[in-house]
């Protein structure tokens, strides 16, 4: 039995309209100076509002930290060809470097309702995604794999394959009959009926490759994968100075934002903490309530992929007066 087997699913190229940009644009002085929006479109004008910020403020608590750097992930597995290192666990998500030793795949898996991104690090990878033709993928790839699409990745090369991935906090992957299950405490996988319903609608897709489409090209900020509860957003920007500490960002009333490097530097303030610095495969997080702030830092450009809940609902961005 194939597993991968189905009828192609078709992308849906629909039309992405931010109609309250232009509404809000024509109502602003010039802004062509500044750096890229970050933001999502907002509905309505803007509002004076009381938010709760909760005291003392969110903490973070293992394995969260404000900047978690790859170097020092790759030092703890030194010697190791596979292994699996948390580095984000919020409300929202979960997400986690994981290292594949040459010739090892992972096992044939899916999120029920949910979504999966994941960025390479290092190494070379053949992706098999349900409905989707084989892809050989390495250093610098972006994947979106769609809610419910059975998925399986395979290391080709000669040297372990290192990913970052991300997916919803507390899901447990479910398989196709043909592979065998990962036990997990607590839980007793039944043999059940489904129907699939994962596709993939503008602006997902199955994969991208971020060196050629978007450096080679010096494209610009876009969205990468977006659906009621996860979304990933390429924000490319060239380097500027350091702002100053004054420039507190914003933060949001009941959501993290998780910045992982993938080209450049990138600074960041989150309030409570010191400035930090993070290079490319470095992790960034702003725990919920916190003011943040992030930039492209240096000469050249510099990209961060931001990784957001309830995106594509439209966040409240809570500002300074």
Same mark, same amino acid.
């Given at each position: 039995? %194939?597993?991968?087997? +189905? *009828?192609?699913?078709?992308?849906?190229?629909? +039309?992405?309209?931010?109609?309250?940009?232009?509404?809000?644009?024509?109502?602003?002085? #010039?802004?062509?100076?500044? &750096?890229?929006?970050?933001?999502?479109?907002?509905?309505?004008?803007?509002?004076?509002?009381?938010? &709760?910020?909760?005291?003392?403020?969110?903490?973070?608590?293992?394995?969260?930290?404000?900047?978690?750097?790859? *170097?020092?992930?790759?030092?703890?597995?030194?010697?190791? @060809?596979?292994?699996?290192?948390?580095?984000?666990?919020?409300?929202?998500?979960?997400?986690?470097?994981?290292?594949?030793?040459?010739?090892?795949?992972? @096992?044939?898996?899916?999120?029920?309702?949910?979504?999966?991104?994941?960025?390479?690090?290092?190494?070379?990878?053949?992706?098999?995604?349900?409905?989707?033709?084989?892809?050989?993928?390495?250093?610098?790839?972006?994947?979106?794999?769609?809610?419910?699409?059975?998925?399986?990745?395979?290391?080709?090369? *000669?040297?372990?394959?290192?990913?970052? !991935?991300?997916?919803?906090?507390? *899901?447990? &992957?479910?398989?196709?009959?043909?592979?065998?299950?990962? =036990?997990? #405490?607590?839980?007793?996988?039944? @043999?059940? +009926?489904?129907?699939?319903?994962?596709?993939?609608?503008? &602006?997902?897709? =199955?994969?991208? /490759?971020? %060196?050629?489409?978007?450096?080679?090209? %010096?494209?610009?900020?876009?969205?990468?994968?977006?659906?009621?509860?996860?979304?990933?957003?390429?924000? !490319?920007?060239?380097?500027?100075?350091?702002?100053? /500490?004054?420039?507190?960002?914003?933060?949001?009333?009941?959501?993290?934002?998780?910045?992982?490097?993938?080209?450049?530097?990138?600074?960041? @303030?989150?309030?409570?903490?010191?400035?930090?610095?993070?290079?490319?495969?470095?992790?960034?997080?702003?725990?919920?309530? +916190?003011?943040?702030?992030?930039?492209?830092?240096?000469?050249?450009?510099?990209? !961060?992929?931001?990784?957001?809940?309830?995106?594509?609902?439209?966040?409240?961005?809570?500002?300074?007066?």
């Amino acid at each position: 039995m %194939n597993i991968f087997a +189905r *009828q192609p699913i078709h992308v849906r190229r629909a +039309r992405h309209r931010y109609p309250a940009i232009a509404v809000i644009l024509c109502c602003l002085a #010039d802004l062509s100076a500044a &750096p890229v929006a970050a933001e999502p479109p907002r509905g309505g004008p803007e509002r004076l509002v009381w938010s &709760p910020v909760p005291v003392p403020e969110t903490p973070y608590v293992a394995p969260n930290k404000p900047l978690t750097r790859i *170097q020092d992930i790759l030092a703890t597995h030194a010697g190791e @060809k596979s292994w699996i290192q948390p580095v984000v666990r919020t409300d929202a998500f979960a997400g986690d470097y994981i290292s594949l030793a040459p010739g090892e795949a992972t @096992k044939a898996m899916f999120f029920s309702e949910e979504r999966v991104v994941i960025w390479v690090y290092k190494g070379k990878l053949d992706v098999e995604i349900e409905g989707q033709p084989k892809t050989v993928i390495s250093d610098g790839y972006l994947i979106d794999v769609a809610p419910t699409l059975i998925h399986k990745l395979t290391n080709t090369g *000669q040297e372990s394959a290192i990913y970052f !991935r991300l997916t919803s906090a507390g *899901q447990k &992957p479910s398989y196709p009959v043909t592979e065998n299950p990962e =036990p997990i #405490d607590g839980y007793s996988y039944v @043999k059940v +009926r489904m129907s699939p319903y994962g596709k993939y609608e503008a &602006p997902n897709q =199955p994969v991208l /490759d971020f %060196n050629r489409d978007v450096v080679a090209k %010096n494209a610009g900020s876009r969205d990468f994968a977006m659906d009621g509860h996860t979304s990933a957003h390429i924000i !490319r920007e060239r380097g500027i100075a350091t702002p100053p /500490d004054s420039e507190k960002g914003h933060f949001h009333a009941n959501l993290p934002e998780i910045w992982l490097v993938i080209e450049g530097r990138i600074e960041a @303030k989150i309030s409570g903490e010191p400035l930090v610095s993070g290079g490319v495969g470095d992790v960034i997080l702003a725990a919920k309530s +916190r003011w943040h702030r992030a930039s492209a830092a240096g000469p050249g450009m510099s990209t !961060r992929l931001a990784l957001m809940p309830r995106y594509k609902e439209g966040l409240a961005v809570m500002q300074e007066p």
